[in-house]
């Protein structure tokens, strides 16, 4: 299960947001229109990179189209939504993440680095400038994916959100001036009844800015549904998103894998 850690670049996006905000701003003149920029950016592994996989090309390539039709688009959102490409994953909060984890070098390349089949939709946007990523990979079985996901979901997992999040800040070198970071805070929550396997952690970092104090909110969601894993992110500033409008992109996520994430036979 390829799961890249894509909160820290959606909390990269809601601080600049806020600093925009503030008046700290850029060049960023978003103003609510709907762009209707829905295909999604994919990943999947060359002819020649099939390592350990035991499927075939023609079987990569089905589940390479089985992970984009499972993605959300902006029709599925309300009106006055819009859509962007997506960023960049963050590699120093992978890094950070996958040390404090003790992932071994095959681990990580299962899991963080995974070549398995993968859909991203673009980052579909607010009106109130909240975000919503999802990711959707397609492994070899469910037994693989199962795997994958528990090597993600441990105990440790939200001391190392936290570890790595910070890293990526401290890293990232993007910061908007002026903007005083508190201290990240990484807490468990239920992540509802979707899937087979599911974990979710909110990830909370306090914000001061021409002296105004905010919180930017990241909620992670990991699911398996059979033999896929999607992870979807919602980032918003204050305000989280409910736990109601969470569970209705997850199912509709999982609901749109169907009989794609069963074991082939």
Not at 90 to 119: M, V, Y
Not at 138 to 151: E, G, Q
Not at 244 to 253: K, P, S, W
Request: glycine share 10%; proline share 4%.
């Amino acid at each position: 299960m390829r799961t890249r850690m894509r909160w820290a670049i959606g909390l990269a996006a809601v601080v600049a947001m806020f600093a925009a905000g503030c008046g700290g701003g850029g060049d960023d003149d978003r103003t609510g229109s709907t762009t209707r920029a829905t295909s999604a950016d994919t990943t999947t592994r060359g002819d020649d990179d099939t390592g350990d996989d035991p499927r075939s090309e023609d079987e990569l390539a089905d589940d390479q189209s089985a992970a984009e039709a499972a993605l959300p688009t902006l029709d599925d959102f309300p009106e006055g939504w819009s859509s962007k490409p997506a960023d960049d994953e963050s590699d120093a909060g992978d890094d950070a993440l996958a040390d404090c984890l003790g992932l071994t070098d095959e681990e990580r390349a299962a899991t963080i680095d995974s070549e398995d089949p993968k859909g991203t939709s673009p980052t579909f946007v607010a009106p109130d400038e909240s975000e919503v990523d999802v990711e959707v990979t397609l492994t070899a079985s469910a037994s693989v994916a199962s795997d994958d996901i528990h090597l993600l979901t441990g105990d440790d997992l939200p001391d190392c959100f936290a570890e790595a999040l910070e890293t990526s800040l401290q890293e990232g070198g993007d910061m908007p001036d002026g903007v005083e970071f508190g201290d990240v805070t990484v807490e468990d929550q239920a992540a509802g009844d979707v899937g087979d396997e599911a974990a979710s952690l909110r990830v909370t970092l306090p914000l001061t800015a021409d002296g105004e104090q905010h919180q930017a909110i990241v909620d992670t969601y990991l699911i398996r549904v059979g033999r896929a894993g999607i992870q979807t992110t919602f980032t918003s500033l204050d305000e989280p998103f409910t736990a109601e409008d969470a569970a209705t992109v997850n199912q509709l996520v999982a609901d749109r894998l169907g009989s794609s994430a069963a074991d082939r036979t």
